[in-house]
């Protein structure tokens, strides 16, 4: 696990002369080792250092056992920064890890208060955000200008665990550590072609769900949004939006410590499982053909048939070595061009992959260091996608390259 000072970008083009990095790892001895390195910051011009950075910027160890220490600076740009870790000078390829810089810092939304969670509308113009003091802004993501906000007597009590938007961009999802689910509606006139015109107003949600006894920490919509799921910390949860209602729960997560969730559809390429095909089912719409699996703080991801609520699988950590199975924090399925992927991570900072075809064996394992995983999400890699293209007959999941953030 690499970690560096959090102002590193900063001190690279403001001349503050000096910034940290640390590695850790576990030695096949299940020992700790770690590694700290301070490097110095040489900026010969940093008034035009971000015209142009070629040839104006040295960074330099200061260990004075540099050679042993094995950190380096590999390359840098105005938004990124490789780091290089030489184990043994033996070895051709070097470790590499690389920190990426903000490209915009926003301090004027929530003042303050604590984020507790963030999302983007699907065309990217609107962004939401809620706090651990229960409010919720709704705001242009070009200028940052609040244009919602969450009205304080009717918003949640606690802390906001989950904003999400529904497709339109038009629905808001919010799920707090009150025990309710809000959906608030944003077509009453925000005008994002005309921001200068638009004026912060308070919003009252539209739908209120209540029926969990616990906090609850994970939404999503399905298919258009007219079901919604939902977990926590009494379980899992299909609910019917037009009737405020819950139509099932996920029986083998009932009264379990749940703390994510993670929809799909099963397309005919990756048909892996015999699901319900059950028409007209009351109360559900599109929720045909759709998995579901939840991470839970028992130290398993299981997962259902969304539409019948049937268990289909279970997932547990493969570290025999622990006296006790960490908890998941996170689970996200992931589609591949022949099957589907299910990714958790846990509270310890493992990562872990199956392939849905053969649920017995771990994929693979990532050690992201101690602190927990609380977020996986998918990133987008052209250099992948044209190399696809080029070879439509290689479906071989396991040379696919699938990134994430976490």
Same mark, same amino acid.
């Given at each position: 696990m690499y970690r560096i000072q959090h102002d590193w970008d900063e001190v690279m083009f403001n001349s503050l002369e000096e910034f940290w990095i640390?590695?850790?790892?576990k030695t096949e001895e299940n020992e700790?080792?770690?590694?700290? /390195?301070?490097?110095?910051?040489?900026?010969?011009?940093?008034k035009n250092i971000k015209k142009q950075i070629k040839g104006k910027i040295s960074i330099t160890p200061n260990s004075r056992n540099t050679t042993n220490s094995g950190l380096y600076v590999d390359n840098f740009t105005l938004n990124s920064l490789d780091v290089k870790y030489k184990r043994d000078e033996n070895e051709e390829n070097d470790e590499k890890c690389t920190f990426m810089a903000p490209r915009k810092r926003i301090n004027n939304i929530h003042g303050n208060q604590t984020i507790s969670s963030?999302?983007?509308?699907?065309?990217?113009?609107?962004?939401?955000?809620g706090t651990t003091y229960g409010g919720i802004k709704v705001w242009d993501t070009r200028v940052f200008q609040v244009l919602r906000k969450s009205s304080d007597s009717k918003s949640h009590v606690l802390d906001v665990n989950k904003v999400k938007f529904f497709p339109s961009g038009k629905v808001l999802l919010s799920a707090g550590s009150d025990f309710m689910i809000h959906l608030w509606s944003l077509e009453d006139g925000i005008d994002i072609k005309n921001i200068e015109k638009n004026k912060s107003s308070v919003m009252e949600p539209v739908v209120s769900l209540l029926g969990h006894k616990g906090g609850v920490f994970d939404i999503d919509f399905v298919d258009r949004g007219r079901n919604v799921?939902?977990?926590?910390?009494?379980?899992?949860?299909?609910?019917?939006v037009s009737t405020q209602k819950i139509i099932h729960s996920f029986p083998a997560v009932d009264l379990m410590f749940c703390k994510s969730l993670s929809t799909i559809r099963q397309i005919d390429?990756?048909?892996?499982?015999?699901?319900?095909?059950? /028409?007209?089912?009351q109360n559900q719409y599109g929720t045909n053909d759709h998995l579901i699996a939840v991470a839970t703080q028992r130290g398993s991801i299981i997962g259902f048939d969304l539409r019948s609520n049937n268990n289909i699988f279970t997932l547990k950590s493969p570290s025999p070595s622990s006296s006790?199975?960490?908890?998941?924090?996170?689970?996200?399925?992931?589609e591949t061009a022949s099957s589907i992927l299910c990714l958790g991570g846990t509270n310890d900072g493992q990562l872990y992959t199956w392939d849905l075809r053969n649920i017995d064996d771990c994929l693979a394992?990532?050690?992201?260091?101690?602190?927990?995983?609380?977020?996986?999400?998918?990133?987008?890699n052209n250099n992948n996608n044209n190399n696809n293209n080029n070879n439509n007959n290689n479906n071989d999941d396991n040379n696919n390259h699938i990134n994430h953030l976490i």
């Open positions: 640390t590695r850790d790892e700790e080792k770690k590694i700290n /390195e301070k490097f110095h910051v040489n900026n010969n011009n940093p963030i999302d983007i509308s699907p065309n990217g113009d609107i962004g939401c955000s799921v939902s977990c926590g910390r009494d379980g899992s949860y299909l609910w019917d390429s990756t048909a892996i499982f015999d699901l319900d095909k059950t /028409e007209n089912r006790s199975t960490p908890p998941f924090n996170v689970c996200h399925l992931q394992t990532h050690q992201e260091g101690k602190g927990g995983i609380l977020n996986i999400q998918p990133l987008s």
